[in-house]
């Protein structure tokens, strides 16, 4: 499974973006997509995840309520809408799968693609 997300970019403070990891390969109902985040400095962070068979959902605390993941199974593809962003959502955002469940643990993950830039400017 190979992985490519776009859509990230300059944003202010308030503002809504949204981006999108396209997944290329076989996938199966029993797989997970999630989004992580890395800033500068700072470790991996679980930001949302979505399962691929049920459209279970999950999302971190730090983004419940603001952001939103939805997928399209026919295109491979899972958003990330995120609204109300803040100056400490600014990192590098990747989507990564796995065969199972959703995990908040990034190692737990097979495939990652290489990411997209988001930046909240104040």
């Known amino acids: 499974v190979q992985l490519q997300a776009s859509g990230g970019g300059l944003v202010q403070a308030g503002d809504s973006l949204s981006v999108s990891c396209v997944a290329s390969g076989r996938t199966f109902t029993s797989d997970a997509m999630s989004w992580f985040r890395q800033a500068p400095g700072k470790e991996r962070e679980f930001v949302s995840g979505?399962?691929?068979?049920?459209?279970?959902?999950a999302y971190s605390d730090s983004v419940k309520g603001r952001f939103t993941i939805s997928k399209d199974r026919i295109k491979k593809t899972v958003y990330l809408q995120m609204n109300s962003l803040k100056p400490e959502d600014t990192a590098n955002y990747y989507c990564?799968?796995?065969?199972?469940?959703?995990?908040?643990?990034?190692?737990?993950?097979?495939?990652r693609g290489q990411g997209t830039l988001v930046t909240v400017s104040s």
């Open positions: 990564a799968v796995r065969h199972g469940a959703i995990s908040r643990w990034p190692t737990e993950y097979t495939y």
């Open positions: 979505i399962n691929w068979g049920n459209d279970r959902t």
